[in-house]
């Protein structure tokens, strides 16, 4: 069953130096502040996995986090690039980082195998692309009853996963809503499984029967962070902060301008101040 | 109009390749616009489909980012991200694949990886995303993007989304089914494959722009079809509503704040 937890034990108990970990969101739902929390205990040496990497990798990876990136797109969304990972691939900055690149329908085939408890995941795909010819782990199958070539990757199953979701009710289960992107395969391929959320709630009486929800015994660990995507979004509760995605930008392009912004904003805050962060995108209810 | 700048032309102009009958996979940044201003004006039944999982959205701003609130909040269902790429784009439910490229080829094929080598690159760009699958299973592929010499190259970087190879029939021999690379819109042109070779020949020139203007803009020697024609001119209504939904879209981004 889900432990409730402050955010700095749930991450303390199920993210260790070394792991294969997923702080997934597509854009949505993106845990904000469980990465801030990682970044505050200084884990390392760490093996991240995400399709789209933005913002909050782009600062693990600036802090020195990771060894390796599993991805599909690395991109700060409707920005531009990522210039902390750029600094770490082109130039080794703060060190050396291995990636690991895929497009999207293999990253999502690939978590759902996770979750199914596959070891690989097949599909049409990679035809023509470049990427099956740099990176070792496209390969390909042969279907047995057609005989027609088929993209295979190894599936992923992350030691821990992180997500944000809306709310949880008191037994520990939690909704998500919106676009719910691969969350729900992060946490059901994962060893462990951390959400955040913003309230907890009595009960889901209310909530639709095909929503999607994670029974309480599927997920390790809740933290209520309100605010805890910020500044990537909640729905229903607030919106997208496309400012300080632009803002970033900046920010990431000196590493003395970034390395003062992590400290003032990461390592010398806490889940507490994402609420405060949220308030001016609160929706109208 | 002759107060219609080189973008608005662009995307005036792709977004007159959408009818309301087709089914849109939508690339972020210019493709974006033109199948707004396609919905917002002659094809307003058309079905946008963003890789989030926001099936037939309908925002009334242009998105920041391919999973804003607005797309989930207004599309006809959002599913999770499996299940777009699986059952709807790999299932041959896409008609349109609307993309935009960083670098890209005479052959329609598409680089968002990287410039210089991929091991040792000398820019890191964002990568493929969702385009790799798009590009052979969507039914056709459209590309929007501005000209330029970096942009339009002799030969891509990087191979991130297979457009027509080497040209000719290379799709065919690679098993590939649906028609790849069947438009490009720019700043300055219309293009077209050309029926056996494949290779992007101008179609149409936007109005005031030269053949001289569009080699000068283009890393390979520019080909022209005989028949040569010139982009009809943006309406009063597709520049109104474009400008419209431009400057809501620059509201509602920037202000958010406030």
């Known amino acids: ?285 | 109009m002759s107060d219609v700048r080189p973008d608005e032309m662009m995307t005036i102009a792709a977004s007159r390749a959408l009818r309301s009958e087709d089914v849109c996979f939508v690339g972020i940044g210019a493709p974006s616009a033109a199948c707004n201003l396609a919905r917002l004006t002659h094809a307003p039944d058309i079905t946008l489909i963003y890789e989030s999982g926001t099936i037939g959205t309908a925002p009334d701003v242009l998105p920041l980012s391919i999973g804003d609130g607005e797309l989930c909040d207004t599309a006809v269902t959002t599913v999770s991200v499996p299940e777009m790429f699986r059952y709807w784009l790999q299932g041959g439910r896409v008609t349109i694949g609307f993309l935009g490229a960083a670098q890209l080829d005479k052959f329609g094929n598409i680089n968002t990886t990287v410039i210089g080598d991929y091991h040792n690159p000398k820019i890191r760009l964002p990568g493929g995303g969702g385009a790799p699958e798009i590009a052979t299973s969507c039914g056709e592929i459209f590309i929007t993007m501005k000209q330029s010499k970096r942009g339009l190259v002799q030969k891509v970087d990087f191979v991130t989304s297979f457009g027509h190879g080497v040209g000719g029939s290379a799709r065919e021999n690679l098993g590939i089914k649906t028609k790849g690379p069947t438009l490009m819109v720019t700043d300055l042109a219309v293009w077209k494959p050309d029926p056996e070779t494949k290779e992007f020949t101008v179609h149409s020139l936007h109005p005031g722009v030269t053949r001289k203007n569009v080699q000068e803009t283009c890393g390979w020697p520019v080909k022209f079809f005989d028949q040569l024609a010139t982009t009809v001119a943006p309406t009063a209504q597709e520049i109104t509503v474009l400008r419209d939904l431009q400057a809501r879209t620059h509201v509602a981004h920037s202000n958010a704040t406030d």
């Not at chain 1, 597509?26 to 991240?48: C, D, K, N, S, Y």
């Not at chain 1, 190894?154 to 821990?160: A, F, M, Q």
């Open chain 1, 1 to 285: 069953m889900a432990k409730f937890q402050p955010l700095c034990d749930a991450v303390a108990e199920n993210l260790h130096d070394g792991d294969f970990a997923a702080f997934e969101g597509f854009t949505h739902l993106i845990p904000h502040a469980a990465a801030h929390e990682a970044i505050r205990q200084g884990r390392r040496e760490l093996t991240l996995v995400r399709m789209t990497p933005d913002i909050v990798y782009d600062q693990m990876i600036g802090m020195g986090m990771v060894k390796k990136l599993v991805f599909s797109y690395i991109g700060n969304p409707g920005v531009g690039l990522l210039r902390r990972v750029r600094d770490a691939i082109e130039n080794g900055w703060p060190n050396n980082l291995e990636i690991e690149e895929h497009s999207h329908a293999a990253m999502a085939n690939a978590y759902e195998a996770g979750a199914a408890g596959l070891p690989m995941a097949v599909f049409h795909g990679y035809v023509g692309a470049e990427l099956a010819e740099v990176n070792p782990n496209i390969k390909s199958v042969t279907c047995p009853f057609t005989g027609e070539k088929l993209a295979a990757v190894r599936s992923v199953r992350p030691d821990v996963s992180f997500i944000h979701a809306q709310k949880a009710n008191k037994k520990g289960d939690v909704l998500i809503e919106g676009i719910i992107g691969i969350q729900k395969e992060a946490v059901l391929a994962a060893e462990r499984a951390v959400v955040t959320v913003e309230e907890i709630v009595d009960n889901f009486d209310d909530v639709h029967s095909n929503a999607c929800v994670l029974p309480s015994w599927a997920v390790t660990a809740i933290s209520e962070v309100p605010g805890g995507a910020h500044p990537s979004y909640t729905h229903g509760y607030y919106d997208r902060d496309n400012a300080s995605y632009v803002a970033w930008d900046v920010i990431a392009a000196d590493r003395d301008r970034f390395k003062a912004w992590m400290q003032d904003n990461v390592l010398d805050a806490s889940p507490d101040n994402f609420a405060e962060r949220v308030k001016n995108f609160r929706s109208a209810t």
